[in-house]
């Protein structure tokens, strides 16, 4: 069995979402965050999305550092 590194663009699949390159930036500057607000407290993600997202945070699965790669993203530096 081949396993495969989980990228920002399988992330985005997992997410049911467009995970060409340029979907995903157009999408991280159409839902850039505010400091206040949480990854997984966004208001953009379905009830299914958000749980997947703070499931794998939560136990620090696979997925966790690409999901942190996406919070870093979405966060944009002031």
């Given at each position: 069995m081949e396993l495969t590194t989980p990228t920002l663009a399988t992330l985005f699949e997992q997410l049911g979402l467009d995970a060409d390159?340029?979907?995903?930036?157009?999408?991280?500057?159409?839902?850039?965050?505010?400091d206040d607000v949480k990854l997984i407290d966004a208001d953009?993600?379905?009830?299914?999305?958000?749980?997947f997202l703070k499931e794998e945070l939560r136990v620090d699965a696979?997925?966790?550092?690409?999901?942190?790669?996406?919070?870093e993203r979405l966060h944009p530096k002031k």
């Open positions: 390159p340029a979907s995903i930036d157009a999408f991280i500057s159409q839902h850039a965050l505010p953009f993600w379905t009830p299914q999305q958000a749980r696979e997925w966790a550092p690409v999901v942190d790669e996406l919070n």
